[in-house]
């Protein structure tokens, strides 16, 4: 049965067929969810002039990044190499911002050469700025305001102890380097991490730019950055995006006033644009009962989906070939040679070998993370387009993993 909690088709496209045509284990997007999450986006905030960075890292696959120009959203890279992916979907220059962090000068100025707007992370990066461009290269500040945010230390990136952005409790240096440099600061940045729930979180990082915006004269935009949390758990709460719109415009708007001047509002979001879109359809190779515990082994394991042993991340899973198939407990582990858990606990109808199990949440951090950890090619992604499933990454072959070794004589 299909439901909306676990569907048996996109866009009319069953499931099944995909896992048959492309194989597994496979990455299933579902186009029609990506661009009504950046619609969603737009909604909640048409109150104010608004700039939508997608935060390729989540997910990099450029027809997905054409598919999100189509949308009207812009591109937040965090490498040189998304930059480049961004310009290979047809984004200009001028849609794409870059927040390196700790790179070298070297990949800044290839930035710069491309004409992307760089979000500036450190004080001796601004330095090197200035002495390089002055003023004639516009530039942004990734400021860190010193808010936790959600529960995961590993996810929370503006936190005091964290290595991200400028501490706010050193805003008088840099605008002494500002100053001395005559650098030209369009834009203040700020990105929390990955677990924003409600506006009051937002706010108090978006008012700790809104008050060092004073100093700064020329800007353009606020950056807000990305991190609006979505429902991976049946019972998890998500972002009422449409509250954190209402409140985050309303300050952005008595903001813009008192500073004198209507900015642009810039969010960077990636989760929130394509976790929920993404599935990964593994197989189940084995089914192992212990004493005490019922192993699913499945075709796939940490190498394609980390997120599970990285943040103890959940993430749903169904059966999709036995939907009726009496409920029973299950470890769905990989056939990585590691502990490679990908959910514990579960009730899922009667598995079998042989059976498609469905992974949910799977497009953000997903396939971007993959490796070829123990040597195994990493999956096929699938876009779901105007009812159609088409291939849009092929899968890995052996010839792929031996491509770039220089197999010497001994
Ligand atoms: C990762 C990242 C984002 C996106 O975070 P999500 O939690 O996926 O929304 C946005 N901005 C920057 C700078 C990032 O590094």
Redesign the pocket.
């Known amino acids: 049965m299909s439901t909306a909690q676990n569907p048996i088709q996109i866009q009319g496209v069953s499931l099944e067929s995909i896992a048959e045509e492309f194989g597994t284990p496979v990455y299933v997007y579902d186009g029609k969810k990506i661009v009504s999450q950046v619609k969603i986006l737009q909604e909640a905030f048409s109150e104010v002039p608004l700039k939508i ?1 997608y ?1 390729t ?2 997910l990099s696959n450029v027809s997905v990044l054409k598919l999100m120009k189509k949308a009207g959203a812009g591109v ?1 890279a ?1 490498s040189i190499e998304e930059v480049q992916l961004g310009l290979l979907a047809g984004f200009e220059a001028s849609e794409i911002m870059y ?1 390196p ?1 700790g790179v070298s000068f070297e990949e800044i100025q290839d930035a710069v050469n491309l004409g992307v707007m760089i ?1 500036l992370d450190s004080i001796p990066l601004m330095r090197q700025f200035g002495k390089e461009y002055g003023s004639s290269v516009p530039a942004c500040i ?1 400021i860190n305001p010193h808010i936790m945010a959600g529960g995961n230390i590993k ?1 929370s ?1 503006g936190h005091k102890a964290s290595k ?1 952005g400028i501490s706010i409790e050193q805003l008088s240096e840099i605008l002494e380097v500002v100053k001395e440099y005559d650098l030209k600061i369009e834009g203040l ?1 700020l ?1 929390t ?4 729930l409600d506006a009051e979180v937002f706010l108090k990082g978006a008012n700790v730019l809104f008050e060092a915006a004073f100093n700064f004269p020329d800007l353009r935009f606020i950056d807000c ?5 979505v429902a991976y758990k049946p019972e998890d709460i998500s972002t009422d995006i449409m509250e954190v719109g209402k409140k985050v415009s309303a300050a952005f708007q008595a903001f813009c006033k008192e500073y004198g001047r209507q900015l642009e509002l810039w969010l ?6 394509v ?1 929920e879109c993404g599935l990964l359809l593994v197989k189940v190779n084995v089914v192992k009962k212990t004493p005490t515990i019922t192993f699913a082994g499945v075709d796939s394991g940490l190498n394609h989906l980390i997120r599970p042993m990285l943040y103890d991340a959940y993430h749903g899973v169904y059966n999709l070939s036995n939907p009726s198939g009496p409920l029973e407990t299950y470890h769905v582990v990989g056939y990585i040679c590691e502990t490679d858990t990908i959910a514990s606990n579960r009730e899922l109808n009667e598995v079998r070998a042989g059976d498609i199990l469905v992974i949910k949440n799977a497009g ?2 997903g396939f971007s993370m993959a490796s070829n950890y123990n040597s195994r090619l990493r999956p096929a992604e699938v876009l779901v387009w105007e009812g159609k499933a088409q291939l849009i990454r092929k899968r890995e072959t052996f010839e792929d993993i031996i491509s770039n070794q220089v197999i010497i004589d001994l």
């Open positions: 960075k935060a890292k989540a937040d965090v927040t962090s979000n990734r996810i990136v991200f940045h990105h991490g990955s677990d924003i950055g990305g991190g609006f949390k960077e979001p990636g989760k929130f644009l976790s953000a951090y």
